[in-house]
């Protein structure tokens, strides 16, 4: 693989599952995905046009990518939005309304956008749990319902691997609860989690993985996993802040 195909590799790990399932993009985007994953021939332009074609997604990368003048692919505008680095910082009030107000354009509903932007509280950050948590699982596309069992599925949680199967990993991760009217992560509980082989060389015991809609995406680094959590958790402090979750 080109390096500079680094940003696209990321993006496929954590979008092509949703696609497979059809909740967003284009369709069967996800087999050309599945190309690039495998290491076989795929088509760069082609993978590029897939991924503008992402009801939410696209909208949080060209507002990235635009703030540090990167290319809509970049590695670090791909890293920032699914895991979380330094490129999320120092986003403001303004540039969140234009997030919304792009969201608009690729199906979210113009009433509930507008209640959002009234409802925007200060301190979030363009990370994936920010379109999870404040605008809403399944707002944009209208594929699958608002609600906590949703929001597990689509928020990209940190599992502990302590079983591999032929197909499955057994995985320790916490989940998400609203608790007296607060957002928090429940004590760790065991599930089984797809994954696929080829996807992820090397796969031990105890390693760390990202999961997105009970599909391990990724073998986290320290620092990765470090990143993950602290912009999904400064997301949902600001939200209880703000009583979101208690209305």
């Not at 991924?51 to 990235?64: N, P, Q, S, W």
């Not at 620092?223 to 208690?246: C, S």
């Amino acid at each position: 693989m080109d390096k500079k195909d680094k940003g696209l590799e990321l993006g496929a790990r954590f979008s092509s599952i949703t696609n497979r399932l059809r909740y967003c993009g284009p369709k069967d985007a996800y087999v050309d995905f599945y190309k690039l994953l495998r290491g076989k021939k795929y088509d760069r332009e082609k993978i590029r046009e897939h991924f503008k074609k992402y009801e939410g997604l696209y909208v949080y990368l060209d507002i990235i990518s635009k703030k540090y003048n990167k290319d809509l692919l970049d590695y670090n505008v791909i890293e920032s939005y699914w895991l979380g680095n330094k490129f999320l910082d120092n986003f403001t009030r303004k540039n969140f309304i234009d997030i919304i107000n792009g969201l608009v354009k690729r199906g979210l509903p113009k009433n509930y956008a507008e209640d959002a932007i009234k409802r925007l509280p200060d301190g979030m950050n363009p990370h994936h749990s920010f379109n999870v948590l404040f605008v809403g699982v399944g707002r944009t596309s209208g594929t699958v319902p608002t609600n906590i069992m949703t929001m597990n599925k689509c928020i990209v949680s940190i599992g502990e691997i302590l079983k591999i199967t032929k197909r499955q990993l057994l995985v320790n991760v916490p989940l998400l609860s609203v608790v007296d009217g607060k957002l928090v992560f429940l004590k760790p509980t065991i599930e089984y989690v797809e994954y696929i082989k080829d996807f992820l060389p090397g796969l031990k015991i105890h390693d760390k993985i990202a999961m997105h809609w009970d599909f391990a995406c990724k073998i986290l680094t320290e620092k990765e996993e470090d990143n993950l959590k602290r912009y999904t958790k400064k997301n949902i402090d600001v939200l209880n802040k703000a009583n979101f979750f208690g209305k």
